[in-house]
């Protein structure tokens, strides 16, 4: 009987632990990380603040919905599926569509009045705002009497 391995059920509850684990991180990756977040770029270049969505799977051009309050920039968009045949059976379904929303807060001001979206390639999204550089105007010392 040298060969047998004994029940240790320590470890067997440290094993079910790490495998518990490992599920609830895959399941979080999944929602902050997965198809319905819209991955975004942002950066300022020819003082225009640029933010360019990565590729959008079946978007809906007539859903795009933008908006700018205080220095928080929202962007609400519809993606649908492409049809499928009804006989269809799928083996892995990663894509997700529907409603997609993503909001960001702006680090420098702009001029949000003169801001321009356009859609690129038919499934990239390209925001442009004039960056307001009235607010960085020089100040003007007075001495002290």
Do not use: C, W
């Not at 300022?44 to 933008?66: C, F, M, N, P, Y």
């Amino acid at each position: 009987m040298t060969g047998e391995q004994r029940f240790d059920p320590m470890k067997e509850i440290q094993n079910i632990g790490e495998h518990i684990s490992k599920q609830i991180e895959k399941g979080i990756r999944n929602v902050t990380s997965g198809p319905e977040q819209l991955a975004l770029d942002m950066y300022e270049a020819e003082d225009q603040l640029v933010i360019r969505t990565a590729a959008i799977d079946g978007l809906l051009k007539e859903s795009i919905e933008i908006s700018l309050e205080s220095n928080v920039l929202t962007i609400s968009l519809q993606t649908e599926a492409e049809s499928t045949p009804t006989t269809a059976r799928y083996f892995l379904q990663e894509r997700r569509f529907g409603r997609v929303s993503r909001s960001v807060e702006l680090s420098i001001p702009v001029r949000g009045n003169e801001a321009r979206a356009k859609v690129e390639n038919g499934n990239r999204l390209v925001v442009t705002m004039p960056v307001d550089d009235s607010i960085y105007g020089n100040i003007t010392v007075t001495p002290v009497e």
